[in-house]
């Protein structure tokens, strides 16, 4: 089956410093890429909707700022988490939809961020 | 009102034994359903879609029920191995969105 990949695992940070997390489709073309964000015992949040070659889509309530995206080509979206604080730790879970099927979304195995 | 609503649990199940989950929708629109797997600290696993006519995988059925806005899964049979969350998605618009329930939590005990 489809696989998304996604990078890094887990990463600890100090308070004020930005993070990377790359989402990347290894064997087919994402047009449409999801982020999503997941607190302990609480359901899936997301977070944006990224599109290839355009603008995210932000979810009401998320700082477009503070978590930038970029999907710049059909297999590769990035999260930065800039100026991370201690209440940005979750985990953040990437997926992608693969332009030749409908409905499912492939999922990336999850990053898990904790802010000292 | 939560979009997608779900039973947290946990459900403690005999091995063996059969349980069923429910999951609520509040958009009527929504064409596209799924139930999902997650294991803890893990990402989510597709399960099964539901289709409006049911469908079943080897121990598991699904059903969807439109008047009343829920879907359904059943496990037969259960195993240790079931022991997850068990998330129901909902899509939201033509961009594949999903919503997302909170899960329900199932704990076979032997």
């Known amino acids: 089956g489809a696989v998304v990949s996604q990078h890094p695992s887990w990463v600890i940070c100090k308070s004020g410093t930005s993070v990377k997390i790359e989402c990347r489709s290894l064997?087919?073309?994402?047009?449409?890429m999801f982020w999503y964000r997941q607190f302990p015992k609480q359901s899936l949040m997301l977070m944006a909707t990224?599109?290839?070659?355009?603008?995210?889509?932000?979810e009401q309530g998320v700082e477009k700022d503070k978590f930038l995206i970029n999907h710049a080509s059909l297999t590769l979206s990035t999260l930065t988490v800039t100026s991370a604080h201690p209440e940005d730790s979750s985990f953040y879970i990437c997926?992608?939809?693969?332009?030749?099927?409908?409905?499912?979304?492939?999922f990336g195995e999850g990053s898990r961020l904790t802010v000292l | 009102r939560k979009e997608v609503e779900q039973d947290p649990g946990p459900f403690n199940v005999p091995e063996g034994a059969t349980v069923a989950f429910n999951c609520t929708y509040s958009?009527?629109?929504?064409?596209?359903f799924f139930w999902y797997r997650q294991d803890c600290r893990k990402e989510p696993k597709l399960l099964m879609s539901?289709?409006?006519?049911?469908n079943e995988d080897g121990r598991f059925t699904a059903q969807l029920n439109r008047a009343s806005q829920y879907i359904s899964l059943l496990i037969r049979d259960s195993k240790l191995s079931d022991s997850a969350t068990y998330l129901c998605?909902?899509?939201?618009?033509?961009?594949?969105?999903?919503?997302w329930g909170a899960g329900t939590k199932l704990i076979i005990k032997p």
């Open positions: 997926s992608a939809r693969d332009r030749r099927f409908t409905g499912e979304l492939f």
């Open positions: 958009n009527s629109a929504s064409q596209s």
């Open positions: 998605a909902v899509n939201r618009g033509s961009n594949y969105q999903l919503i």
């Open positions: 064997d087919f073309q994402a047009t449409t």
């Open positions: 539901v289709y409006s006519s049911g």
């Open positions: 990224s599109n290839e070659g355009s603008k995210a889509t932000y």
